[in-house]
């Protein structure tokens, strides 16, 4: 029985090494970020081809025009962990070589423009909304914002609610369930006016904790809002100390899939760019060893 095992093995090409080799690569290829401003450049792309306008409209008065300007990039991972694993949380910074840039809920509100002041969420009651939300995935979340009609109040609030969790669900607070979360959920509970939230609080704390995390618990991939932190890390970059930068917010308005891409490359091929400089680091972190830099490759 051995023996035709393995013929069949040699037949089909599956031996153990070749299996090994595949799952290794299938798994370097989840060491990733969640956060996808592409989901968010294609729903708000959908919502200006409409005709009427009313779902953009809607959009734009709750605080939200400024995702028009999420660029269409499919993020870069290994940019992406090179970021998380720069984050210094005794200075709250991300560290590249001798600079420091300093990481704070008033960079994250300038990046998209948000008040850096607002209220706690709500907390969700397991009742009979609740029950209804939180079976959503962020694809019948995208769905459901391309498909709800604006013809009443009731029409109204749910096409915000159904916006505001995809949003959360693929870009402020991804996570690795395929259904959204509580903190989602507490995020649409009133919706009449969402900018009275602390969007940037809530976003500057979630990037900190999943870069910990990752750091710290041997995460194997990236949650949070890192696209935040990625405009953050190059408008540094371009401008210096973004304490006493002056430019136009939001941020992210200045950075188009094209822009991005070039920087990128421009920082992997610099000796002193953050990919460079991350990669041959030595790090003090037990959990972050010979496993952790295969992210390289993802």
Known sequence: MVGTRSNK??????SKKGRSKRQDKTTKKTLASRCSPKCVALIMENLKEEKDGKKLSEVEDMGF????????????????????????????????????IRIKVETAARCFGLPNH?????????????????????????????????????????????????????????????TILEKHINAVIDVSDPMK???AHYIYDDIIKEAEEFQNKGKKTIDGCMCALLIIYLMSNLHGDLETYSGEEPWVKDWTVKVIREKVKEEAKSPSGLLNYVWRTPTNNNNDGKKRMDITSA
């Not at 093995?9 to 599956?14: D, P, T, V």
């Not at 991972?77 to 070589?97: E, I």
């Not at 909304?129 to 079976?135: A, D, N, P, R, T």
Request: charged letters at 25%; hydrophobic letters at 35%.
């Open 65 to 100: 025009g400024f995702l028009k300007h999420i660029p269409k990039w499919l993020v870069n991972q290994k940019m992406m962990v090179a970021l998380a694993k720069s984050y210094d949380r005794d200075t709250h910074s991300l560290n590249v070589g001798t600079r420091k």
């Open 9 to 14: 093995e040699s037949k089909n090409g599956s």
């Open 197 to 199: 939230i602390y969007w």
């Open 118 to 178: 607002g209220q706690s969420f709500k907390i969700a009651e397991e009742n009979e909304l609740f029950e209804s939300l939180k079976i959503h995935s962020q694809c019948s979340l995208t769905e459901s914002v391309k498909s709800c009609t604006i013809e009443s109040e009731e029409d109204m609030i749910n096409f915000r609610r159904y916006f505001i969790l995809l949003i959360c669900k693929c870009f402020f607070f991804p996570s690795p369930r395929p």
